[in-house]
Nanobody, 126 residues
Framework: QVQLVESGGGSVQAGGSLKLSCAVS????????LGWFRQFPGKEREGVAC????????TYADSVRGRFTISQDNAKNTVYLQMNSLKPEDTAMYFC???????????????????WGQGTQVTVSS
């Protein structure tokens, strides 16, 4: 089992920034990728950002590329999502996830195969 605990959500005005954190613990040898998804009310979760566990390459959804940055601190077993130039359409519940696979196809994989955090709400007002 892998445990994921998010923090850092909140409310911000359009154009502002937030940084989400996700503490990762447990059997991390069973997964090889880490990332963030978000879910709008009434919609399915969608991939936002991904990186290999311990790696450097990153993958982003088109809607956030250039504004969001995923990073990892291996010493702290924490993955981050820096969100800049936030827009009202970024308002969603954000989930940290750990899984097995490749970042290039992870967003299209069966979501049930991932480990998930409890989610943190991000609200962007205009």
């Amino acid at each position: 089992q892998v445990q994921l605990v998010e923090s850092g959500g909140g409310s911000v005005q359009a154009g502002g920034s937030l940084k989400l954190s996700c503490a990762v613990s447990g059997d991390t040898d069973s997964t090889n990728i880490l990332g963030w998804f978000r879910q709008f009310p009434g919609k399915e979760r969608e991939g936002v950002a991904c990186m290999p566990d311990g790696g450097r390459s990153t993958t982003y959804a088109d809607s956030v590329r250039g504004r969001f940055t995923i990073s990892q601190d291996n010493a702290k077993n924490t993955v981050y999502l820096q969100m800049n130039s936030l827009k009202p359409e970024d308002t969603a519940m954000y989930f940290c996830a750990a899984g097995l696979g490749l970042c290039g196809t992870w967003f299209e994989q069966d979501l049930a195969t991932n480990y998930w955090g409890q989610g943190t709400q991000v609200t962007v007002s205009s």
